[in-house]
């Protein structure tokens, strides 16, 4: 159960992060620590540090409103309507595709 | 490793280190190749990288990269987003924990399937062919599109049709030894019910290594493109044998 890396990705990204990502930022980094330690849930089974971390991690994504799925929650969210997506956000070209696949050895 | 392109070529290549499968305004994707562990001298892909370039007014600054390497897949983007801009211009779905993730990229309606089946990736992509078109004949452009280089190509037909017949004469030939015999690697393949093209790299893989998960990659390969693409099922052949190779290179 090798939980260390995980908090050493978190270090890593505060310390690399710091002052660049704006009002987000402590989520951003807390996200990434909470989907490491979701990685090694079947290494880490009955792990009691393992179950430590994840609450504490859990428990600071709460204090800090941050969702697990990429964003971040606030007071504002109930009231604000849905935005239209821009147009350039959207593709207005022709709908024929082309595949392309790399796989095996 | 095994590689269908945007324009319907299908070839095995060498391509060992690292290589750009696509490489456009929008978007780079980089695949890292490295021998298959054990005796054959094989590659296959430990390292993928996706590198989706500045689009301001889709929330992306100054670029969004996603990267995957053998026993970490992550279901987010190097910053902890699994989404970013309005209605999820670009969204990173993980579909299966560490093995299957799908990242959408909705202002130019490509789709990305990377999956990790052993200890290698399997790749698949999906984008308006105008967007492919607009790199055509760029030198830069990826295997994608321009196909490997030719002298990173592996004449599997041939191989396929002479190797099974030489099993007892190659242990002297140490650039590809025949790990599994053929006739055994088709009936694995044809259980997996994997065919033409996917046929074809399954028995190789097996035949060059003997490892089981590339039948698996084979047939998710399949999968996955007839998820992009529906319409492919009605041109396959469904093909699951090499009587044409062997009446080609037989002799």
């Known amino acids: 159960c090798d939980i260390d890396t995980c908090a050493k990705q978190f270090q890593r990204l505060q310390s690399v992060e710091n002052g660049v990502m704006g009002p987000d930022k402590e989520c951003i980094t807390l996200r990434t620590y909470w989907n490491c330690i979701k990685k090694k849930v079947r290494d880490c089974k009955g792990d009691l540090n393992y179950l430590t971390v994840r609450t504490g991690v859990k428990n600071r994504m709460g204090q800090n409103n941050c969702s697990k799925n990429g964003r971040t929650l606030g007071p504002e969210d109930e009231k604000t309507s849905v935005p239209t997506i821009p147009s350039v956000c959207s593709y207005h070209g022709k709908k024929v595709y082309k595949h392309c696949g790399l796989f095996g050895d | ?251």
């Open chain 2, 1 to 251: 490793p095994h590689l269908s392109t945007f324009h319907g070529d299908f070839q095995t290549c060498k391509v060992q280190g690292a290589w750009p499968l696509v490489k456009n305004k929008f978007l780079l994707v980089q695949v890292t190749n490295d021998p298959v562990t054990g005796e054959s001298s094989a590659t296959a892909t430990s390292k993928l990288t996706v590198v989706i370039k500045k689009n301001q007014d889709c929330a992306i600054e100054p670029y969004l990269m996603y990267q995957a390497q053998t026993d970490a897949l992550p279901g987010a983007f190097h910053d902890g987003h699994t989404h970013y801009g309005p209605h999820k211009a670009v969204e990173l779905l993980e579909i299966e924990e560490g093995k299957h993730v799908e990242i959408h990229i909705r202002y130019i309606a490509t789709t990305i399937v990377v999956r990790q089946i052993g200890r290698y990736f399997t790749f698949a992509i999906k984008m308006p062919e105008e967007i492919v078109n607009s790199t055509k004949g760029d030198s830069n452009s990826g295997l994608c599109d321009r196909g490997c280089p030719a002298h990173e190509r592996i004449n599997y037909q041939e191989y396929l049709a002479t190797r099974h017949k030489k099993i007892d004469n190659l242990k002297e030939d140490s650039a590809i030894k025949v790990q599994m015999p053929r006739s055994d690697a088709e009936g694995i393949c044809r259980e997996a019910k994997v065919v033409d093209f996917y046929f074809d790299s399954c028995v190789f893989d097996l035949m060059t290594t003997g490892d089981k998960n590339f039948t698996l990659a084979a047939l998710s390969a399949l999968q996955d493109i007839i998820k992009l693409d529906p319409s492919i099922v009605n041109s396959q052949l469904n093909r699951t044998d090499f009587r044409k190779y062997d009446k080609t290179f037989g002799n």
